[in-house]
C-alpha cells in the first residue's frame, strides 16, 4: 500500500465522508437539505478519514450503551459509515482504518464496538463476531387471522413525523431492554428520521397505548402502484410486553390496500406466527447475522456479564489487540486474567459470538473455533455461558 494516513476528520470535512461512504454503497451524494438533517449524526473526534493524495476512505463511531446477559449494560461504540472509494479498495485501506479506529476505542476506554456488515467476510479478521441473528418475515395478510386468545391490544395513536420524532425516544426509553439491545442516542434517531424524511414512501408512525402510557410503537411504508394491492414494511416495532406487540400487530393486519406485511431482522423469539389460526401465515424469508461485536477490552467486558457453573480457563487470541490475548479465568465468582493452564482456545471474534449467548460453545466446538482440552470441557462451557434469551439488537445503524 502506498503511503495512507488516517486521521480524525474535522467538522468541515464530514460532509465528504459522507459523500464517500454514500458512493461506496452506489448511493448518489445528499443534497444541502439532506446534510443539514444528516450532520448531526457525525460524532465529532470519532469519524476516521483515509487519505492518499484526497480522501479515500472512511468509517465512524457513536456513542452507545449495550445490554449483556445478566442485565448490565456497557459502552458500546456503534461503527457505521465504511466505505473506501471504488479506485482504492483491496490494498489495506480499511485494515488502517480499522486498525485506529480500534486503538482509539482502547484509548478512549469502550470496552467493545457494534456494526451491520454488508457482507459476512468483511469484519472477522478485525476481530468482529456475528454476536445477534435476526429471521425476516413476510405475512400474507388474507391468510392472518388472528386466533381468538392473542391479546387484544389497547388504544394506537397515529403521530406525524414531528411529533413521531419528538415522541419516540422516549417510548423507547420505557421498553425494557434484553441482551443484545442497545440505547438510542439522540444522534441515533437523528439519523433514522433523516432516512424516513429523504424517502419517497409516505411514512405512518403508531404509538400503543397500556395501563400504564405509552409502551410500544411502530413505523411503517406502503408501497403499492395503483390499481394494486401494496407491500406494507415494518421500519420499526418495538414493544414493552406481549399486548403491546400484538396491539400493533392487529392494528397493522388491518390496514387496507395491502397484501403483503414485510418484516425484516426481527428478533429469533418473537411470537409472531403463534397469534395466527394459520401458523404459516407468517412465512420466514431468511435467518442470519444482524449485528457484529468486538470485544475491545476483553477483560472488562467478560465481567460485565454473569456466568454460571464452575469457572473455566479461556485462552483468547487476538493478533489485532494484543493486549487482549490471554488467559481468563471466567466463572460466575468473577474473572481474572490467569496463569493457568487453559481449557478452551478460541479467537476474539469466536469469543464475541459466544458472550451475547448467540452461539452455544459447543455448536463453536462443533465448527473447530473453540478449541478444548478435552471433551468433558464442551458441556461446561455451555453451562458457563447460559443465556435465558437469544440475543437481538433491533436497532440498524
Ligand atoms: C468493504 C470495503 C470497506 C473494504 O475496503 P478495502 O480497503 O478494500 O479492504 P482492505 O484492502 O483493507 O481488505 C482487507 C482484507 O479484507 C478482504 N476484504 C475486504 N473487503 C472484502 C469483501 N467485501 N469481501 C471479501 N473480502 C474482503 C480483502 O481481500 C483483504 O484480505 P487480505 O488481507 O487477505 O488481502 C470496501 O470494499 C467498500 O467500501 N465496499 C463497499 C461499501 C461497504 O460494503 N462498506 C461496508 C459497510 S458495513
Redo the contacts with the bound molecule.
Keep these: ?1 502506498n503511503d495512507v494516513v488516517v486521521r480524525a476528520l474535522r467538522d468541515d470535512e464530514f460532509r465528504a465522508a459522507h459523500a464517500l ?1 454514500r458512493g ?3 448511493h448518489v451524494p445528499p443534497t444541502d437539505e439532506q446534510w443539514e438533517r444528516l450532520r448531526p449524526v457525525y460524532q465529532p473526534g470519532r469519524v476516521f478519514g ?1 487519505f492518499d493524495e484526497q480522501l479515500i ?1 472512511t ?1 465512524r463511531s457513536t456513542d452507545a450503551e449495550l445490554v449483556v446477559p445478566g442485565g448490565a449494560r456497557i459502552p458500546l461504540a456503534a ?8 479506485d ?11 486498525r485506529r479506529q480500534l486503538t482509539d476505542l482502547v484509548e478512549r476506554g469502550v470496552p467493545a464496538a457494534m ?9 472477522g ?1 478485525f476481530g468482529y463476531g456475528i454476536a445477534t441473528r435476526a429471521r425476516s418475515c413476510t405475512v400474507h395478510r388474507r391468510q392472518a387471522r388472528l386466533r381468538p386468545e392473542a391479546p387484544t391490544g389497547g388504544p394506537v395513536e397515529l403521530l406525524d413525523l414531528d411529533e413521531a420524532e419528538r415522541r419516540l425516544p422516549d417510548v423507547y426509553a420505557r421498553i425494557p431492554l434484553r441482551p443484545g439491545m442497545m440505547t438510542r442516542s439522540e444522534r441515533w434517531w437523528a439519523g433514522l428520521f433523516a432516512r424516513l424524511r429523504q424517502s419517497d414512501e409516505p411514512v405512518t408512525t403508531l404509538v400503543h397505548h397500556g395501563a400504564d402510557g405509552p409502551d410500544g410503537f411502530a413505523i411503517y411504508q406502503v408501497s403499492r402502484q395503483s390499481g394494486q394491492l401494496g407491500t406494507l414494511r415494518v421500519v420499526d416495532l418495538h414493544t414493552a410486553d406481549a399486548t403491546a406487540f400484538a396491539g400493533l400487530w392487529r392494528f397493522l393486519l388491518g390496514v387496507d390496500l395491502v397484501e403483503t406485511i414485510v418484516a425484516y431482522q426481527r428478533s429469533l423469539e418473537e411470537p409472531l406466527e403463534l397469534l395466527f389460526t394459520d401458523p404459516r401465515a407468517c412465512e420466514t424469508t431468511e435467518v442470519g447475522d444482524e449485528a457484529w461485536l468486538r470485544l475491545v477490552d476483553v477483560e472488562a467486558a467478560l465481567r460485565s456479564r454473569t456466568w454460571h457453573g464452575e469457572p473455566l480457563v479461556l485462552e483468547v487470541v487476538d493478533p489485532v489487540l494484543e493486549h487482549n490475548a490471554d488467559r481468563y479465568q471466567v466463572g460466575p465468582a468473577g474473572v481474572t486474567r490467569t496463569d493457568q493452564p487453559a481449557d478452551a482456545r478460541l479467537a476474539v471474534d469466536t469469543l464475541a459470538m459466544m458472550f451475547t449467548g448467540g452461539w452455544r460453545p459447543s455448536t463453536l466446538v462443533d465448527a473447530g473455533r473453540i478449541t478444548v482440552r478435552d471433551f468433558e470441557v464442551t458441556p461446561r462451557l455451555d453451562e458457563l455461558a447460559r443465556t435465558r434469551s437469544t440475543p437481538w439488537c433491533g436497532t440498524f445503524f
Design positions: 500500500m461512504f461506496a454503497l452506489h483515509a476512505g468509517a461503527v457505521t459509515g465504511v466505505g473506501v472509494r471504488v482504492r479498495t483491496r490494498r489495506g485501506v480499511l485494515t488502517a482504518l480499522m456494526l451491520y456488515a454488508t457482507e459476512g467476510e468483511i469484519y479478521r
